[in-house]
DNA sequence: ACCTGAACACCGTTCAAGT
DNA sequence: ACCTGAACACCGTTCAAGT
């Protein structure tokens, strides 16, 4: 959550450019160039500085990407209107945050393999594609139900390793910005308002032990359940 | 797949290192130190070598993250036991492919959001965890149930995004690596061998066409269909 | 055919100094 | 308090030359 910026003390030397500024401008570079063109040294150009100069408003390049998709986050996420039936409030505010995340592709703009991370998963999809006929999809919807079950895999993987990676660099002592980082989540779920939020509220203790919980094959077995429901 | 290295010339100087060495050393680095570290200097060095000497072998560190990634699909994918009913075998099969996957988390070592991708986003959270519960699930299960929806959006995302880039990258005339690789999924799916994988076989030409419909709302619905279904 | 050394065109970040 | 210039310790890759 982007903070209002503290309030400025009025002695020293006034800011040639504020924090605001340098999130705008990195979001125009990212939005024209993709985010690996936004570097220290162009931003700063661009901003009609030095490199050096943006070091006083953010602590460093992770952490104005971090802005950046909070920045996005902020300004993309709308609130639609929502059904009545609970269950298609659930699909309606997933898709919410999909569409949004979709609108900024660069944020995990990585190597990720395609749908085919090697030939020798072709045995592996194989087995997806035809037990999903024996069951009774038509051929079509069985290959778009193996990319279902990719989808869910892959993101998974990609889940899990950020978050171990992240805890892996908490643990060392040096990287001071990721335990920050961290904890981010902690300083949230602490302040959360339990009327406007209450059931996230009321978890909020359990999230983490939760969360680190290993689910992957119960959320698969529910996936394959529902796809293999005619509708 | 790894082509058996092509019937050597015998004129000229003799290689001091052969592709093989390359990607075990590569393998042995990322292993030990992460894929950051990973780099065409260092890598020279341990071979022995210069950096140059590197790509004689490998036309850039693209493909060598590419053969990284083969050789452990080729070392790692074991077939496991397939049982009986076919529901089964779609778990296993998924379940072993998550497997070596997750074995090699550094293939998506990069900025992915763990759950809480901003602040702002807490709202759709609580939408998704209140439908889950009024639909009849705990509180606990409701929270997996939210991840299980996360991964599966968050691999959609992350699957898609990469496969838009790439195709960008085809359409830059002077990507040639990039041109490539496009086609490695044709001429993989070109010469399936319909006895050993049939269903692949037979559903190839149309692949294309039906991994790229978005069917993110089908997978959605069935995974959330999934997960309301007591068991 | 295979390898080398030097160089190019970059990075993010630190340090010491300036206003 | 805020900004600058120079430097450090790197990158991937190209080029021209050597054996």
């Known amino acids: 959550m982007p903070q209002p910026?503290?309030?400025?003390?009025?002695?020293?030397?006034?800011?040639?450019?504020?924090?605001?500024?340098?999130?705008?401008?990195?979001?125009?570079i990212v939005d024209e160039d993709g985010v690996d063109r936004l570097t220290m040294r162009r931003l700063a150009t661009e901003v009609g500085s030095t490199p050096m100069a943006l070091y006083h408003h953010v602590r460093n390049k992770e952490e104005l990407l971090l802005l950046l998709l909070d920045d996005h986050a902020a300004r993309t996420l709308r609130r639609p209107e929502l059904p009545a039936h609970p269950r298609e409030r659930i699909i309606v505010a997933a898709a919410a945050i999909h569409e949004a995340l979709a609108a900024c592709p660069w944020i995990v703009e990585v190597l990720t393999a395609d749908d085919l991370m090697s030939a020798s998963a072709l045995w592996f999809v194989e087995q997806i594609v035809d037990g999903l006929v024996e069951c009774g999809l038509t051929?079509?919807?069985?290959?778009?139900?193996?990319?279902?079950?990719?989808?869910?895999?892959?993101?998974?993987?990609?889940?899990?390793?950020?978050?171990?990676?992240?805890r892996a660099d908490a643990d060392d002592a040096d990287a001071d910005a990721y335990a920050d980082r961290a904890t981010y989540r902690e300083r949230v779920f602490a302040d959360l308002d339990p009327d406007e939020l209450p059931r996230l509220a009321r978890i909020a203790d359990d999230w983490a032990?939760?969360?680190?919980?290993?689910?992957?094959?119960?959320?698969?077995?529910?996936?394959?359940?529902?796809?293999?429901v005619s509708r």
């Open 5 to 28: 910026s503290a309030p400025r003390k009025t002695r020293g030397r006034p800011p040639r450019f504020s924090r605001e500024e340098v999130v705008a401008t990195a979001r125009r």
């Open 139 to 166: 051929p079509e919807r069985a290959v778009h139900g193996y990319r279902a079950v990719w989808y869910y895999t892959a993101g998974e993987i990609v889940v899990r390793a950020t978050a171990a990676r992240r």
């Open 209 to 228: 032990p939760l969360t680190a919980e290993d689910t992957y094959l119960d959320g698969l077995r529910a996936l394959v359940d529902g796809l293999l």
